[in-house]
Each structure stands twice: as C-alpha cells, then as structure tokens.
C-alpha cells in the first residue's frame, strides 16, 4: 500500500489555491457528508497561518477500512485511527489521511466538538506532522501551536 500521493486517487477532487500553494481534497469515502467548499477555506486560512501557504498538499478523507490498512502497513497497528501524515518532498508537503468514520465517532462522542471542527482539527494536527512536529518527542511543542491554533480557529 503506497502512500496516497504516489497511487492514483479515486473518488471526488476538488483543489483549491493557496497563494501559490495547491491543496487538493480528495472524498474517497460517502458515509459522512463533507462541505469541501468550507475544508477549502479552512486550508486557505490556516497555511498561511502556518507559513506554508507556497507549499502543496492533499487531504483524503478515507473509510475506517482504508484507515486500518494504512495504519497497519505503516506503523504497525492494526486497527484504525482518526489521521495519518505522509510527508512529500520538495515543494510537495504530503498527504493527510483522515477517517471520517472515525473522526465522527470521536465528534459524537464529545460534548463540544462537532464533525465539522472534528475534521478541520485533524487536518491542522496532519499538517503540524507534515511540517515535522511530532507531539511524541518535541516536549510540548506542537500540542502548544495546535492549541492556540485551535482556539483561533475554533476546532
């Protein structure tokens, strides 16, 4: 199983343009309803904010069977999981995978969470990854920006 941005992707696309950067969403699952026009403008909002508004990436939102796969095959753990980070090169920032299934059940299950913030916080948490933080080993850092990211953001 390749990482996404190196497989022919399937299901609905949409991009979308960031400064100079290309943000490509991708809906390979149809379980839950995805507003790609408002994804489109959260991305547009928050690259810039993280300075990488010239960079390009994709967000592919997957079914909990795809998820289980990808997180089997590349960290060992098979069962699924909300978000997956696949970092590209050069001007490529990578993939971010993200279960909807997944990322719903998480939103039911909170009081003050909604599907919609669900998603947009797995994205911002898939491209802190993608920007190289790793809230496992960098002391706090990344839950910091994440956080007030959050706030502003309201995800």
Known sequence: MEPPHKTQAGGRRTATRGYSGDYLLVNKQRKHRIDNKKLRR??????????VEH????VVLVTDETMRGFN???RGFDKPTDVLSFRGEGGYLGDILISSETAYNQAR?????SFEANIRRLVLHGLLHLMGYDHETDGGKMRAIERRLRRRFQC
């Open 72 to 74: 089997r095959n590349y």
């Open 55 to 58: 960079r390009s990436l994709s």
């Open 42 to 51: 959260f991305l547009s909002l928050l690259a810039p904010a993280l300075g």
């Open 109 to 113: 299950k909170s009081s003050t969470l």
